[in-house]
């Protein structure tokens, strides 16, 4: 099993930054992607930015030029830095993870969920 841990929610106002990490511990073997999704109240959970093997990121329109992920390979951590805040970033932010715990054997973990409410 792949294990998450998320922190850097919190009450940001509009125009101002905030950070998400989250950690993977477990059997791990390779790695595939890890990202972010995003669920506001009444809405489905959405990608908000990936990263893969290849180093190659992606980003939900919404958030281009304002989100930034990226990865500590030693530390099987992967960052969210949000900068410039709207309020239509509130939501519960999810980490996920799509690796191999041994070859052939894959293995999807999402995050427990961190709230971001960004409001003046």
């Known amino acids: 099993q792949v294990q998450l841990v998320e922190s850097g929610g919190g009450l940001v106002q509009p125009g101002g930054s905030l950070r998400l990490d989250c950690t993977a511990s477990g059997s791990i073997f390779s790695t595939n992607i890890m990202g972010w999704y995003r669920q506001a109240p009444g809405t489905e959970r959405d990608l908000v930015a990936s990263?893969?093997?290849?180093?190659?990121?992606n980003y939900a329109d919404s958030v281009k030029g304002r989100f930034t992920i990226s990865r500590d390979n030693a530390k099987n951590t992967v960052y969210l830095q949000m900068n410039d805040l709207k309020p239509e970033d509130t939501a519960v932010y999810y980490c996920n993870v799509d690796v191999y715990i041994r070859p052939g054997r894959r293995w999807i973990s999402w995050g427990q969920g961190t709230q971001v409410i960004v409001s003046s």
């Open positions: 990263w893969n093997s290849g180093g190659i990121t």
